[in-house]
């Protein structure tokens, strides 16, 4: 199985049929219009989670640089309070270990919430095929685990999906026969929340994701608007957290700072209806909560990028606020980039995690260099120059075509000094006359823009003719 | 009230939650009378209720509830291991589910619950209304002096939920909705006693 | 008198040469004694966005050799990306693309430290008209424009309150419309490696100036030609001929004709 799972609709094919969806393109205007504009609000009205942001950001640092020791003590933790860590480097890994608990406790249902790692690992696919009833419960996820598609956006899964598609595919699929189900928004959140309230209270194993893992405490914090990580955590017996290793912080402080920093940044709200805060299996005396808690550490390739040019990227608390400013994401959506992880983060992500071979398109042709994701993040991840670095081993790995590889270093070469310079002036005068203009990087532009003229005297041209004499 | 009561309430009103300051002992009864009035539902009679020891004492919840055709549960009453089933099972009936809180939060219109022998959460979860009863000495200006003082208390509690409002999604369209998994309707009331 | 040494920018010098005559005239007016280093080419922004480190270092490394030779007073960008480069992206490019061409890192070092000394002395256009102190030209009627600020000027150097600033003082009303901070989709290359998108997103950009446009914009101003060609270049395409202009060449109209309101 691969580290991440790949599109394989080439880039061209995913781009333009993103372009031509107009659901999604009315959707995703007004998903990331809404979500940015109450970020901006949220930390204007909220000068203290300004402050936690900026103390938050520089502890993440932290405890990534120093994640070896922070991992064992969060797994000393979770152990010393009745519950089960697994450290595991790869999906395959996952799999085998959440199939072996569930073959334990004889589970046939599972319920999960939202959890971006274990769409990273495949593990629907992987608990399918060994013959598990799955059952994804946030809303956006059920939907798209009904059609068979992937998230469009970390936060709204469902993007791409407008109430009538939305209402005929709970038609086609979990209606029971001859049952109505209307098209207006109310009603299908109430249709679903009728249907899943049944597999919540029938699932033998609940699976989560985890946005924060406390060292000092072993503690796992899942947060959610919905509600669902609360009934995936307080309901069935078995509960697995699968969690990537770069969640981890260090302490209480760290979590009290940090805290709030999802929902600020995500969905501009000072915190998300439901913060779930785990710290072990159900105690004795206790009404609710798992008699049995696994906590799966992820790697997959997370080691990797420790102690490199990208460490920062691990940072991430996969908020979405990136997603939500990218004048390329508010085009294309989350399928355009073929990954599970998309936006500016899934830019760089994804050929991190998944290679160059697969996703080493995306830093060149998603990305227009404008910075709104890296001023969006709260955590100061320096997105642009990342996807630079990514663009510059591109160049090293001769991804580009011959043509535009020899353009770029004739064109270097030409510009380093002034008689070069001034010598394209004329070849480009020259082939403007011959009208050559259709070749290399330039054909790009002539489809859609008119090509500028280079003038008949330019600028340094013209002022050396006036100034030649020591005239100023 | 207090600053902080009041802080809460704006902040929790503002996040789709309602506040009702309950202003002497002697108006427990007519707020409770108001506000379960509002809740309780033919089609679903239970009211689930798990006095975490910081409730109003002497309230005659039976007969508030019959008032208005619900029937009380008195949750404690089923204390112990052997009653886990018949209280999951009361719990996903019932229409209303009525707690206490460890805590709460001005600034972000927080109710901390602790997973306990007399709290349950998902009395706060499953069905469609939740009230909780607040004392106004309980509510910190921040979600920051709460979190500490979850961490102050020794032992951590092994399952902690905090609540900003009611449960809602915008995943179709975008477009708010409120109530998905869990309450729809939430509601505080606070006073002292 | 104070000099200033202009940084023309390639894009303006080959396309647009009037901006920068427009700029030398408000230097001049300004009382500021105008140099323009004749060896200078471009800054090789465009190679370095693009991953093209070492073509991007030697173009570098040449501006830096251009204009540390200058004396003047302050070096002053007719684009908001181009100095942002110039500022912000030198050292460190002159330290990575040393790193891995073999360089010693004292050399990569002193590089670095040059560049650095070039970009303390470089300032914007519309920055520097900033710290100006305006003329006193009697008033003339105000003009609604719309205007675009490049995401550099806008989020690396952070300058966009000065440009409007600057604007506003010459009697611009700046007609507001939506999406006003997102980007035009030019990104140097970008706009020929990624025509489709690059190009969708000018359609975006031309549909929310649109509101600008029914607010009464007489034209589109902004401190960067790369945005500027891109917009007018979509436009012309599509048949629409509304105005573009660089700040300097709207400010130089703007004292001209207060100018000769005065006479």
Known sequence: MEHLPQDPRPWPVRRDTALQDTVL????????????NARIAAYRHYPSGEAARIRAKARKREAIQDWGVLLDQAEEQITAHGG??????????????????ARQHSVKRVIKSKSMVTEEVQLNAQLEAAGLDVRETDLGEYIIQLAHEKPSHILAPAAHKNRQQIQRLFVDTVADAGEEVSEDIQELTRFARNKLRQDFLSADMGITGGNFLVAETGTVVVITNEGNADMVTTMPRVLVSIIGIEKIVQDWDALEDIIQQPALSGVGQRLSSYTTIISGPRARESWEGPDEWHVVLLDNGRQNIHGGPYQDVLSCIRCGACLNVCPVFRQVGGHGYGSVYSGPIGTVLSPLLGGMDAFGELPSHLCTMCYACQEACPMDIPLPHEIISLRETAVSERRESA????????????????????????????????????????AGWLHTRTMPFVSSVTFLEDWAKKHRRGTS | MTDNSSAFSTQWQSLGGQAYPVATPNDWLPSLRAVLSTMIEPTTPAVVGFDNGQWPPGLPWNAICEEFGGVFYDMNSLYGESHLQAVRDLVTQAGVGITGAAWAAADTGTVALYA????????????????????????????????KAVHASGSLPHLVKLISGPSMTADIEGQLVIGVHGPGHVACLIGDW | MAKAALFVTCLVDLFEPQTGHAAVEVLDRHGWQVEVPGNQTCCGQFAYNAGHLQEARAMAQHFVEVFESSDADALIGLSGSCTAMVIHEYPDLFRRAGQSRGESSEDSETWALRAQAVGERLVEFGEWLHHEESLPLPAVKPETVAVHHGCHMRRILGSTEETDDVLRSYGAQLAEYPDAEQCCGFGGTYSMTEPVVSTKLADAKRTALSQAKAAGASCLVSGDWGCLLHLSGRMQHEGDSWPVLHVAEWINQREKMSAKKGE
């Open chain 2, 116 to 147: 306990t022998a007399r709290t349950s959460l998902s009395a706060s979860l499953l069905p469609p209304s939740h009230l909780i009863l607040l004392k106004q000495s309980q509510i910190y200006e921040t979600v920051t002096q709460g979190l």
């Open chain 1, 25 to 36: 393109q009315t959707t995703l205007t007004h998903v990331t219009h809404r979500l940015n």
């Open chain 1, 84 to 101: 089960h860590v697994k450290r595991a480097a790869t999906p395959e890994a996952v799999g085998a270990y959440v199939l072996e608990i």
């Open chain 1, 403 to 442: 043509t535009v590889r020899t353009q770029y270093r004739l064109w270097g070469q030409a510009w380093s000094t002034a008689a070069g310079y001034r010598r394209s002036v004329t070849a480009a005068r020259l082939a403007q006359r011959l009208a050559i203009r259709r070749v290399g990087l330039a």
